[in-house]
């Protein structure tokens, strides 16, 4: 008995050791080799956290932009017409097909025309026939009394009769005013052929327009101006010249001043900003004038020429002047001013050359302007060095036609450096302590090391690529980052009565008496 006992309890001793021994693995293992569960993690962060991911993400958006300002590559917003190859095998048929279809147009748009004149006419006759049957039919049934009364209607019929054809007359010559005339010639060809279109492009510009605006680039007044243009209005008595100073924005308070008297000697001159300034550019702030103020006081002197001149028609000014200097920016600012609409009329840009036709647009029932392209005057287009760089820094010429712009720098350095105020404005802007002055090349030479190394516009191994830097320094006189003007010469000259008579006439006539600039002795830089 006892001896089955104890052989049980060895029994049981030693299953239970197994039992554990079993039991202990399955629970390691199954610890071991189980997928592990993380605790769930909240999303949610301090607003500390949030603030400073905002601010790093601000600073980096500030900081491409600026690099982005500093490329001063050209880029267009609009994708250029790249035309037709010259190697083309079929571009003189689709130029052809082309004209051809432009003569069509042309040819419909006077069928139209002539439609309509016969249309009015067929009217008229049908009124008069009208009137007359009337007529007939009032003398069988009337009196002494009532004849005097027919009398009375017979006249009024016929005045309405002349007022009408009046009116169908000027209607025609509307009709021929609003054609645009585009010119398809190189704009600085120096040809006897496009002497002779340049010659009828601004004299049709002055033969269809009342009032003659010219457009002048406040920096360089002298420089934009052409005695053959305001000699050709000023034969006419019927004509008015008037000086437009746009840009004025760009020079100083006393430098405006000075060329607004010096041109008033001529004709009436009134200053214009026409547009907002670019990007970092160094402008002045007058009292009294910005972009709203002068754009309303252009726009009441011509109404007021045009209620005194032409009380019931409208009156056509022509806007003339050099290559970019702000003729079509100064269309939109009226038509904005006066329909308070932001559409672009006339395309812009900061490229000369962008407008190739005499547009007719209507600004109001009083007035109404042209928009010619610029054009540099045939007496004044000589095939010179000098004349050359002297467009270059009016942007009277497109890039294509610049090539080489180092002289034009040198030119503009020549004359930075003469005035100590505009030298150390230079001197800022480029951030440049001094330049070797032994001689105009080492100058220019130095001048553009500065900007190459300033703009970036390194070749391979760190080499100044001087085309570049030079290309970039004009583009800045362009836009206005480079601060600079002239000055009017000092004349001994005085106006003789006659032209002083009339010139009081002419501020008259366009209520320019009144208008007195208070500008601030002190001028304002805005950069």
């Given amino acids: 008995?006892?001896?089955?006992?104890?052989?049980?309890?060895n029994f049981v001793k030693k299953n239970f050791e197994r039992f554990f021994?079993?039991?202990?693995?399955?629970?390691?293992?199954?610890q071991h080799n189980k997928m592990k569960v993380k605790k769930p993690t909240s999303k949610r962060r301090s607003t500390r956290m949030a603030e400073g991911i905002k601010k790093k993400a601000a600073a980096h958006n500030r900081k491409q932009k600026k690099l982005a300002k500093k490329d001063v590559t050209w880029?267009?917003?609009?994708?250029?017409?790249?035309?037709?190859?010259?190697?083309?095998?079929?571009?003189?048929?689709?130029l052809a097909e082309m004209e051809e279809k432009r003569r069509e147009e042309i040819e419909l748009k006077e069928e139209?025309?002539?439609?309509?004149?016969?249309?009015?006419?067929?009217?008229?006759?049908?009124?008069?026939?009208?009137?007359?049957?009337?007529?007939?039919?009032?003398?069988?049934?009337?009196?002494?009394?009532?004849?005097?009364?027919?009398?009375?209607?017979l006249e009024s019929a016929r005045v309405a009769a002349e007022e009408n054809e009046e009116e169908d007359e000027e209607e025609f010559e509307e009709d021929e005013d609003d054609e645009e005339v585009t010119f398809k010639i190189n704009a600085y060809d120096s040809s006897d052929k496009a002497a002779e279109v340049f010659q009828s492009i601004y004299k049709q510009a002055v033969d269809r327009s009342d009032v003659v605006l010219y457009v002048l680039d406040a920096r360089d007044p002298e420089g934009t101006r052409s005695k053959q243009v305001e000699e050709a209005v000023l034969a006419d008595s019927n004509k008015r010249l008037v000086f437009l100073l746009n840009k004025a924005d760009l020079i100083p308070t006393k430098a405006l001043q000075k060329w607004l008297a010096k041109l008033r000697q001529t004709a009436p001159t009134i200053p214009?900003?026409?547009?907002?300034?670019?990007?970092?550019?160094?402008?002045?702030?007058?009292?009294?004038?910005?972009?709203?103020?002068?754009?309303?006081?252009l726009l009441n002197s011509l109404t007021a020429y045009a209620n005194q001149a032409k009380p019931r028609r409208q009156i056509v000014a022509g806007i003339v002047g050099y290559p970019n200097v702000g003729k079509s920016s100064i269309i939109n600012a009226l038509h904005f001013r006066r329909n308070h609409t932001k559409i672009l009329l006339c395309p812009v840009d900061t490229v000369a050359g962008v407008t190739t036709s005499i547009r007719p647009i209507k600004i109001d029932s009083k007035l109404k302007v042209l928009d010619t392209p610029g054009f540099v005057f045939p007496n004044e287009r000589k095939q010179s060095t000098d004349e050359h760089t002297r467009l270059v820094l009016l942007n009277a010429l497109p890039h294509k036609f610049i090539g080489d712009p180092n002289p034009a720098v040198a030119l503009l350095l020549k004359r930075l450096l003469k005035s100590e105020i505009l030298k150390e404005k230079l001197f800022k802007s480029y951030g440049i302590a001094s330049l070797i002055q032994t001689s105009p090349e080492d100058t220019l030479k130095d001048f553009l090391v500065y900007v190459?190394?300033?703009?970036?516009?390194?070749?391979?191994?760190?080499?100044?690529?001087?085309?570049?830097?030079?290309?970039?320094?004009?583009?800045?006189?362009?836009d206005g980052r480079i601060v600079g003007w002239t000055v009017p010469k000092a004349s001994d000259s005085k106006i003789d009565k006659k032209t002083e008579k009339k010139l009081a006439k002419w501020n008259k006539e366009f209520n320019l008496d009144k208008l007195v600039e208070n500008f601030d002795n002190e001028d304002v830089e805005m950069s």
Avoid: C
């Avoid at 008995?1 to 309890?9: D, Q």
């Avoid at 609009?78 to 689709?94: T, V």
């Avoid at 214009?272 to 309303?296: C, E, M, Q, R, W």
């Fill in 1 to 9: 008995m006892w001896l089955r006992l104890e052989g049980k309890k």
């Fill in 21 to 30: 021994l079993l039991t202990t693995s399955v629970f390691i293992y199954t």
């Fill in 75 to 94: 880029k267009s917003r609009h994708k250029k017409d790249p035309g037709i190859p010259s190697a083309f095998p079929y571009k003189d048929q689709i």
């Fill in 112 to 153: 139209k025309r002539q439609e309509k004149l016969a249309l009015q006419a067929a009217k008229e006759q049908e009124k008069e026939a009208t009137f007359a049957e009337k007529i007939e039919v009032d003398e069988d049934y009337s009196t002494s009394a009532t004849s005097n009364r027919l009398g009375a209607l």
């Fill in 272 to 297: 214009v900003i026409a547009s907002t300034a670019a990007p970092n550019a160094h402008t002045f702030t007058h009292k009294g004038l910005d972009y709203n103020t002068s754009t309303i006081m």
């Fill in 452 to 478: 190459a190394r300033k703009r970036g516009r390194l070749n391979k191994g760190g080499v100044p690529d001087f085309a570049s830097a030079a290309t970039s320094v004009i583009t800045d006189w362009r």
